[in-house]
C-alpha cells in the first residue's frame, strides 16, 4: 500500500522569510540559475527570460511553440558541465490543435540569443489534445538525461504500449542519441527510449545524487497524486492501477494493486496537484535535508515530504499563508529556495 502520511502545518517550523526577486512574468512554468547567478525562465506562451537583479531581458530565437491548454514553453535545465559546454535545454509542445506533440530541444546562449540549436526529440505519435505534455526534465550522473512525458489525457491506455512515448519517462544521451543499456532496447515492438512506463502526468522529476534514486511526482485524476522512485524498465500503474477516479466520479478501473506494476512511494487522495520537485541538499535549510519540496497548485503550498532513507515520515504545508498557485522550485546556489507562482512572480524563501 502507498504511504500516506499526516500533513503537519508550518506553525511547527521557524519562520521563513519570503522576498519577491521580481513580478510581472507571464505563466512562468520553468526556471535555471546560471552560474553567474542570473536566472533562465520560461514562459509558457513561447517566451524565455533572463532575469538580472529585478529586470527581465528577452532572450531571442526561442522555437515557435503550441501555446494552449497546457502546453507551451515548457521546462529548461542546464547541462551538468554547462560551464564547460554551454549547452541548454528546453522542453514544448509543438504544432497545432489537431497534431501536436511535445518535443526536445537544445542550444547555446550568446548575446542573449539562442544559437546552435539542435532538435533532440519528439514524442509521438502526435496527439490532438493540448493537454498533459508533462515535459520535466533531470540528468543522470552519465550526462544522459530523462524526460517525462504525459498521456495525452483522452491517449491514456497508451500510458502501456511500449510502441508510444505518451505516458512514459525517456532516457536519451546528451546529443539525443539512445543509451545502449536503455531496459528496452533488446525488446521487439517497443521504443528504445523508454525508461519507464504507466505514467500519467509527471510534473517533477529530480535525481537525487545523495542516494543514487530518481524521484517524480505525478497528477492522478481525482486524487491518485502520486510520488515514485524511478527504476528502468518499471511499471507504474497508469491507468490499470490508481488510487484516484474520473473526474466525473467514475470508477477508471477496479484494480490499485497489480501484479508487475509498482506502488506509489507517497499517495495523496484527495489532490493536491504537484508541479514540481526538488530534493534539498543545502546549508540554509538543515531541517529539510535530504527531503523532497514539492510545489502544489490545487493545494496552493510547499508540501515538505520527510523522508528516512527513502521511507516517508512526516509531511508539513508550508507557504499557504500566500495563498500562490506555485508551479516550480529550484534550490539556489546559496541554498535558499526560488519559486515561481501562476501569478507570476519569482519568489526568494530564506531565513529571517
Given at each position: 500500500m502507498a504511504e500516506q502520511a499526516n500533513v503537519i502545518h508550518e506553525t511547527e517550523l521557524p519562520e521563513l522569510r519570503v522576498s519577491t526577486v521580481i513580478s510581472g512574468l507571464q505563466t512562468p512554468?520553468?526556471?535555471?540559475?546560471?552560474?553567474?547567478?542570473?536566472?533562465?525562465?520560461?514562459?509558457?506562451?513561447?517566451?524565455?527570460?533572463?532575469?538580472?537583479?529585478?529586470?527581465?531581458?528577452?532572450?531571442?530565437?526561442?522555437?515557435?511553440?503550441?501555446?494552449?491548454?497546457?502546453?507551451?514553453?515548457?521546462?529548461?535545465?542546464?547541462?551538468?558541465?554547462?560551464?564547460n559546454n554551454g549547452w541548454l535545454y528546453l522542453s514544448y509542445a509543438f504544432g497545432k490543435r489537431s497534431k501536436n506533440a511535445l518535443k526536445?530541444?537544445?542550444?547555446?546562449?550568446?548575446?542573449?540569443?539562442?544559437?546552435?540549436?539542435?532538435?533532440?526529440?519528439?514524442?509521438?505519435?502526435?496527439?490532438?489534445?493540448?493537454?498533459?505534455?508533462?515535459?520535466?526534465?533531470?540528468?543522470?550522473?552519465?550526462?544522459?538525461?530523462?524526460?517525462?512525458?504525459?498521456?495525452?489525457?483522452?491517449?491514456?491506455?497508451?500510458?502501456?504500449?511500449?510502441?508510444?512515448?505518451?505516458?512514459?519517462?525517456?532516457?536519451?544521451?546528451?546529443?539525443?542519441?539512445?543509451?545502449?543499456?536503455?531496459?528496452?532496447v533488446a525488446e521487439k515492438n517497443t521504443i528504445s527510449i523508454i525508461y519507464s512506463l504507466g505514467h500519467r502526468n509527471p510534473q517533477g522529476l529530480v535525481y537525487d545524487s545523495k542516494r543514487n534514486v530518481v524521484f517524480s511526482?505525478?497528477?492522478?485524476?481525482?486524487?491518485g497524486d502520486e510520488i515514485n522512485i524511478i527504476e528502468a524498465g518499471k511499471n507504474y500503474g497508469w491507468p490499470v492501477i490508481t488510487y484516484g477516479r474520473d473526474y466525473s466520479g467514475a470508477q477508471i478501473t477496479p484494480f490499485r494493486e497489480y501484479p508487475g506494476m509498482e506502488q506509489p512511494l507517497v499517495n495523496w487522495t484527495?489532490?493536491?496537484?504537484?508541479?514540481?520537485?526538488?530534493?534539498?541538499?543545502?546549508?540554509?535549510?538543515?531541517?529539510?535535508?535530504?527531503?523532497?519540496?514539492?510545489?502544489?497548485l490545487k493545494t496552493r503550498e510547499l508540501r515538505w515530504v520527510d523522508l528516512d532513507g527513502t521511507k516517508p515520515v512526516k509531511?508539513?504545508?508550508?507557504?499557504?499563508?500566500?495563498?500562490?498557485?506555485?508551479?516550480?522550485?529550484?534550490?539556489?546556489?546559496?541554498?535558499?529556495?526560488?519559486?515561481?507562482?501562476?501569478?507570476?512572480?519569482?519568489?526568494?524563501?530564506?531565513?529571517?
Open positions: 512554468w520553468s526556471m535555471a540559475e546560471l552560474p553567474s547567478g542570473e536566472f533562465l525562465v520560461t514562459e509558457r506562451a513561447g517566451q524565455l527570460k533572463l532575469v538580472r537583479g529585478d529586470k527581465a531581458e528577452s532572450i531571442t530565437g526561442v522555437p515557435e511553440v503550441y501555446f494552449a491548454g497546457q502546453g507551451g514553453l515548457l521546462d529548461i535545465k542546464l547541462h551538468p558541465n554547462y560551464q526536445l530541444m537544445r542550444a547555446k546562449l550568446r548575446d542573449n540569443r539562442l544559437v546552435e540549436q539542435q532538435q533532440l526529440l519528439t514524442v509521438t505519435p502526435f496527439k490532438d489534445t493540448p493537454v498533459h505534455y508533462a515535459g520535466r526534465i533531470t540528468f543522470l550522473p552519465d550526462n544522459s538525461l530523462l524526460l517525462t512525458s504525459g498521456d495525452g489525457f483522452d491517449y491514456r491506455e497508451s500510458a502501456q504500449k511500449k510502441d508510444s512515448l505518451l505516458g512514459k519517462i525517456i532516457r536519451i544521451n546528451d546529443d539525443g542519441t539512445t543509451p545502449e543499456d536503455n531496459p528496452f511526482n505525478e497528477h492522478g485524476p481525482a486524487g484527495p489532490s493536491i496537484a504537484p508541479s514540481s520537485m526538488t530534493v534539498y541538499y543545502g546549508e540554509m535549510f538543515p531541517e529539510f535535508q535530504g527531503d523532497l519540496l514539492n510545489t502544489t509531511q508539513v504545508s508550508l507557504l499557504k499563508n500566500l495563498n500562490q498557485r506555485f508551479r516550480h522550485i529550484e534550490v539556489a546556489q546559496d541554498g535558499s529556495l526560488l519559486l515561481l507562482t501562476d501569478s507570476g512572480q519569482l519568489l526568494r524563501v530564506d531565513k529571517p
